[in-house]
Structure formats: structure tokens, C-alpha cells
């Protein structure tokens, strides 16, 4: 198992609310990443982060927002949710060292607006 | 442009029977080719890479890939399938010529289903 943790795994929220999906690595890796797929579906990168303090938007527009200021930790924040915005959010992490490393993904946080 | 193509949404095979699950690529320089499985509810968990070397790669559950350079595919295949074998299945490229923009593409994945 990979030592990458997203909380909640289940999120339903009412329209309007702020809500911050939380990510968590312990493997020390530099590169951290959030994708958004809807169920049985294709992946769509919305962030990027290469290292602290750097982050950078992916190829899906998204409305969300990240932050990078330690390592290990990778939020994605939402500051008012609205039903398009019910997806299933993966984050994903690799070490810095060389392109060829493959990524570890967390659980997964399924989230639902209503 | 760097792409990555899964030819089929969904595969069924019967347990017991070879399975191959396609994928194809396109990057300007040298692959490095990934394949991911996605169980129902679930995280994404790699299977296999191949980054140099042999064109037959091993990788976790019995799953094994052929780089296949002529052809730019990279097919996923295992010689006796399971019913826990059934999941999503994701291949990825990246290119590694792509300087500082080497995200990784991804295939829209295929879909297995193992029958018993």
C-alpha cells in the first residue's frame, strides 16, 4: 500500500459551502498532483505541484484551488461548491527524481453537491 | 502531440481464458509507458512501466506488457484470467524528450470483465 492519504472519502455538501479535500504523502515526494474523473471514466489532470510553494494548473480547467507550503501535504480547496463540481478527486504523488517514476494515487475522495 | 489511445472501452473475457487489454501511444521521443489498475471505489494502483531495456516487462498480479516499438504499443496481458481481475485499466505515456513539460497522458481505459 502506498503512504498517500485523502480525507474525507466521501464528501456530500450543500451547494454554496467551502469545502478542502485533504492530501497526505509520507514518502517524501516532491511532485504531488489532483485529478478529478467522474466514475469509470478517463482521468483529467486540474493541479500540480513540482515542490513547496509551487504549484500550477493542469490541462482541465477547474474552479478549485491548491496550496503547496509542506512537502507532504497537498489541499485542494473549493470555495463554493456547486453541483458540477460532484466528481471523484484523486491526488497522486512521485518522487523528484527522474521522469520515469510512476505515481502513487490515494483513495480517492468521492464528492457529491447537492 | 503526445497521445495515448485504448481501442477498447470494455474487454470480457472468461476465467481462466489469456487476456490483453490494448493501448497504443504516440511522443516524439522515447516512451516511458505505464499501466495502472482501478478496483470499483478505489485509488489507482500501478501494475508495470517499461522505461528501457526488455521488451517484456513484469509487473504485480501476474499481469505482463510487450513494448512493442515498430508497432508504438505497449499491450497489457496476463495468460489466465481472474474475476478479481475485473477493473478499470489505465495506460500512460510520457515523453521522455518532452523537457519540462513531461506530464504524463492518459489513455481513456478500458474496461475488464472477467467472467466465471
Known amino acids: 500500500e502506498a503512504d498517500i492519504y485523502q480525507t474525507p ?5 450543500g451547494t454554496g459551502k467551502k469545502i478542502t479535500l485533504e492530501c497526505s504523502q509520507t514518502m517524501g515526494h516532491d511532485k504531488m498532483y489532483w485529478y478529478q474523473q467522474d466514475p469509470g471514466m478517463e482521468l483529467h489532470l486540474i493541479h500540480y505541484s513540482y515542490g513547496v510553494n509551487s504549484t500550477e ?19 485542494l480547496t473549493l470555495e463554493s461548491a456547486r453541483p458540477s463540481h460532484t ?20 483513495q480517492g475522495t468521492r464528492l457529491t453537491v447537492v | 502531440a503526445q497521445s495515448v489511445a485504448q481501442p477498447e472501452d470494455q474487454v470480457n473475457v472468461a476465467e481462466g481464458n489469456p487476456l490483453t487489454v490494448k493501448c497504443t501511444y504516440s511522443v516524439s521521443g522515447n516512451p516511458y509507458l505505464f499501466w495502472y489498475v482501478q478496483y470499483p471505489n478505489r ?9 528501457t531495456g526488455d521488451n517484456l516487462v513484469k509487473g ?20 489466465s484470467a481472474l474475476v478479481s481481475d475485473s477493473a478499470l485499466y489505465f495506460c500512460a505515456v510520457r515523453d521522455s524528450n518532452a523537457g519540462n513539460n513531461r506530464k504524463l497522458i492518459w489513455g481513456l481505459g478500458t474496461s475488464l470483465a472477467v467472467n466465471p
Do not use: M
Not at chain 1, 494548473?57 to 489541499?75: A, N, Q, Y
Not at chain 2, 485509488?43 to 522505461?51: A, D, R, T
Not at chain 2, 504485480?60 to 495468460?79: C, D, I, R, V
Open chain 1, 57 to 75: 494548473k493542469g490541462d482541465l480547467s477547474s474552479e478549485s484551488t491548491v496550496s503547496r507550503i509542506r512537502t507532504e501535504h497537498f489541499p
Open chain 1, 9 to 13: 472519502r466521501y464528501l456530500v455538501i
Open chain 1, 87 to 106: 466528481s471523484q478527486y484523486l491526488c497522486a504523488s512521485s518522487p523528484r527524481v527522474g521522469w520515469h517514476t510512476e505515481a502513487f494515487f490515494g
Open chain 2, 60 to 79: 504485480s498480479y501476474g499481469f505482463e506488457a510487450e513494448f512493442n516499438k515498430s508497432q508504438t504499443s505497449f499491450h497489457l496481458k496476463k495468460p
Open chain 2, 43 to 51: 485509488g489507482l494502483q500501478f501494475l508495470l512501466k517499461y522505461i
